[in-house]
């Protein structure tokens, strides 16, 4: 199943431009917001995980902060991050990974994740993931996926749905409290809403 789904993304990447694909975003609104308000260090050591060739990374740079990691399972996507980013790219660390192989070596103080959760479709899947994330994460986590009133695919592949509570209690119960959780009505290149729900969370000590 995993070679199945880096071969799936690697081709949406060879082979479809950023306003072909649903999830472009050109200013990561929501993200930056949570991101700016939690008021972290410059230094924070921070990873985008599933950021693919997302702008969050762009912007955070624009914003000083300088230990930046971007974490997807294609290749392809990665490299076109970095063609974008010219000189800047080498300012960020880039792991090409599936999610539930990620075996970080050091704490993140921030983490990301704009829709790759939800495609953790099962409960052994949903719990591998809250198992790396509760290891790896000293701090902050930012987690959006499609809402109880967004899609019920992405790319063709099934993702598993949250409400605001739904996430809480995936989360809360692994270690983390919740800050706060909105919505967001994600407008496609193609003019499609797609409705989001973004909840942030801090490591419970």
Same mark, same amino acid.
């Given at each position: 199943m995993k070679d199945y789904l880096k071969k799936h993304w690697e081709t949406i990447y060879q082979t479809k431009q950023p306003n #072909?694909?649903?999830?472009? !975003? #050109?200013?990561?609104?929501?993200?930056l917001e949570f991101i700016l308000q939690?008021?972290?260090?410059?230094?924070?050591?921070? &990873?985008? &995980?599933?950021?693919?060739?997302?702008? *969050?990374?762009?912007?955070? *740079?624009?914003?000083?902060?300088? =230990?930046?990691?971007? *974490?997807? +399972?294609?290749?392809?996507? &990665?490299?076109?991050?970095?063609?974008?980013l010219g000189l800047d790219a080498a300012k960020v660390t880039w792991i090409v990974c599936d999610i539930l192989d990620f075996h970080p070596s050091i704490k993140y103080d921030l983490w990301h994740d704009r829709a790759?959760?939800?495609? !953790?479709?099962?409960p052994h899947q &949903?719990? !591998?993931? *809250? !198992? +790396?994330?509760?290891?790896?994460?000293?701090?902050?986590v930012i987690i959006g996926t499609f809402s109880t009133d967004g899609p019920t695919k992405c790319s063709g592949l099934e993702i598993k749905q949250y409400d #605001? =509570?739904?996430?809480k209690e995936k989360f809360e119960t692994n270690s983390f409290k919740n800050i706060e959780c909105k919505r967001e009505d994600h407008i496609t290149p193609s003019g499609i809403v797609q409705n989001f729900v973004f909840c942030s969370f801090l490591k419970a000590h």
């Open positions: #072909e694909v649903s999830w472009t !975003q #050109e200013v990561p609104t929501v993200s939690f008021k972290i260090s410059k230094t924070a050591h921070i &990873i985008d &995980i599933g950021g693919g060739d997302g702008k *969050l990374v762009d912007f955070l *740079l624009k914003e000083g902060y300088t =230990n930046m990691s971007v *974490l997807d +399972i294609s290749a392809a996507a &990665i490299e076109r991050a970095k063609d974008r790759a959760f939800h495609f !953790q479709t099962d &949903i719990h !591998q993931y *809250l !198992q +790396i994330i509760k290891e790896a994460v000293d701090g902050m #605001e =509570n739904g996430m």
